[in-house]
């Protein structure tokens, strides 16, 4: 094989070296496109395309977020006065959350309009109809996408699904762990994993709080749990 490759290596560096040598080549590689030409340029053509395309589709995608920003403006202060329900279905000029997701929701705005959906109904409620919003939303902020989670864990919980509200707990905990919220999210996965009677998986969550967080408003409470499962054991 280390033959092959050296004989390859010469024979480039002559092509390279030797004028005719490379004035041959040149040859073949027109005669190559000559014969071959239409395929050439219809791949050619097809790249072009695709690449166009995708300029297109990301400047549609940002005018149509703009437009979403502004469209979704009024939505955001009526939720902020706690009328939800102009917040989420609108007031017959301005568009709710709802309308947003419908109308614009591949962009960053209609994502974010689901979180605040997902908000209102469990504000209201109603968990059953705040979860598919919540799951349809995305994000990499430190707060927003731990607090879906934490959410759809809560939501988990009112309809008595603990090994789903454990599930969703333990990944809001994990997902880029700070001592702000994790010890909150890891207290509520230990009283999820309790309610499946999992004394083991909740003992675990509260000593990772009294490992990890001792400063933590939950560090007292999780010792307390912690003790209260080690004295059934």
Same mark, same amino acid.
């Given at each position: 094989?280390?033959?092959?490759?050296? %004989?390859?290596?010469?024979?480039?560096?002559?092509?390279?070296?030797?004028?005719?040598?490379?004035?041959?080549?040149?040859?073949?590689?027109?005669?190559?496109?000559?014969?071959?030409?239409?395929?050439?340029?219809?791949?050619?053509?097809?790249?072009?395309?695709?690449?166009?395309?995708?300029?297109?589709?990301?400047?549609?995608?940002?005018?149509?977020? =703009?437009?979403?920003?502004?469209?979704?403006?009024?939505?955001? !202060? !009526?939720?902020?006065?706690?009328?939800?329900?102009?917040?989420?279905?609108?007031?017959?000029? *301005? !568009?709710?959350?709802?309308?947003?997701?419908?109308?614009?929701?591949?962009?960053?705005?209609?994502?974010?309009?689901?979180?605040?959906?997902?908000?209102?109904?469990? *504000?209201?409620?109603?968990?059953?109809?705040?979860?598919?919003?919540?799951?349809?939303?995305?994000?990499?902020?430190?707060?927003?996408?731990?607090?879906?989670?934490?959410?759809?864990?809560?939501?988990?919980?009112?309809?008595?699904?603990?090994?789903?509200?454990?599930?969703?707990?333990?990944?809001?905990?994990?997902?880029?762990?700070? =001592?702000?919220?994790?010890?909150?999210?890891?207290?509520?996965?230990?009283?999820?994993?309790?309610?499946?009677?999992?004394?083991?998986?909740?003992?675990?969550? !509260?000593?990772?709080?009294?490992?990890?967080?001792?400063?933590?408003?939950?560090?007292?409470?999780?010792?307390?749990? %912690?003790?209260?499962?080690?004295?059934?054991?």
């Amino acid at each position: 094989m280390a033959k092959k490759g050296k %004989k390859k290596d010469h024979q480039s560096a002559e092509i390279i070296e030797n004028p005719e040598a490379l004035a041959s080549e040149i040859v073949k590689t027109e005669e190559f496109l000559e014969k071959h030409k239409v395929a050439v340029f219809s791949v050619i053509g097809v790249v072009a395309l695709i690449i166009t395309g995708m300029f297109l589709y990301k400047y549609y995608i940002d005018t149509q977020n =703009e437009l979403a920003q502004n469209e979704m403006f009024q939505a955001v !202060y !009526y939720f902020e006065q706690d009328s939800l329900d102009l917040a989420l279905r609108g007031d017959g000029n *301005q !568009y709710g959350f709802l309308d947003i997701i419908e109308e614009y929701g591949a962009t960053e705005t209609g994502n974010l309009a689901n979180l605040y959906a997902g908000t209102i109904y469990m *504000q209201k409620g109603n968990y059953s109809s705040a979860v598919p919003f919540l799951e349809d939303f995305s994000s990499s902020d430190l707060m927003l996408q731990a607090r879906a989670y934490s959410m759809l864990g809560d939501a988990s919980m009112e309809s008595e699904d603990y090994a789903a509200a454990a599930k969703y707990f333990v990944k809001a905990a994990d997902y880029k762990s700070n =001592e702000y919220f994790t010890p909150t999210y890891l207290m509520k996965a230990g009283l999820a994993y309790e309610l499946m009677n999992d004394y083991d998986k909740a003992a675990a969550q !509260y000593s990772t709080i009294i490992d990890k967080y001792k400063k933590s408003g939950e560090y007292d409470k999780a010792r307390k749990y %912690k003790a209260r499962i080690d004295a059934q054991s």
